[in-house]
């Protein structure tokens, strides 16, 4: 497998391997399950309890706010570590210090804007 498409060849190779792996063990699963469908198994199951009503509940906003704000710091924790690294590196200091300052102002900006809407009061 030499040359430049050698490398895509097993790729390609590996990957309809696993794909073969993953329908051969989910058709084995299907032909070996026992099938006994009854009323009671055909039934919406939600946490134990039977379900009553309609399917349609309403939620508030804010649970979807406190949402983006986890993935806010999730994305700030995952930049703040390759920049702890590049930050002693010769050249980078002054550079990357200034980056920081002003990605850490849009996070404490989004904050400040969720405090002012009182989306972090837990009522």
Do not use: H
Request: with cysteine.
């Amino acid at each position: 497998m030499d040359g430049y498409f050698g490398s895509y060849v097993l790729v390609a190779a590996l990957f309809a391997i696993g794909v073969a792996i993953v329908a051969g063990a989910l058709m084995a699963n299907r032909l070996l399950r026992p099938s006994r469908p009854t009323p009671e198994k055909l039934t919406t199951y939600e946490c134990g309890v039977d379900p009553v009503g309609e399917g349609w509940a309403q939620s508030q906003v804010r649970y979807y706010v406190f949402t983006y704000l986890y993935v806010v710091f999730a994305v700030d924790a995952v930049f703040l570590f390759p920049w702890a690294t590049i930050f002693d590196a010769p050249g980078y200091g002054l550079t990357t210090l200034a980056e920081m300052f002003v990605f850490l102002g849009f996070i404490a900006l989004g904050i400040v804007y969720a405090w002012r809407k009182r989306v972090l009061t837990w009522t």
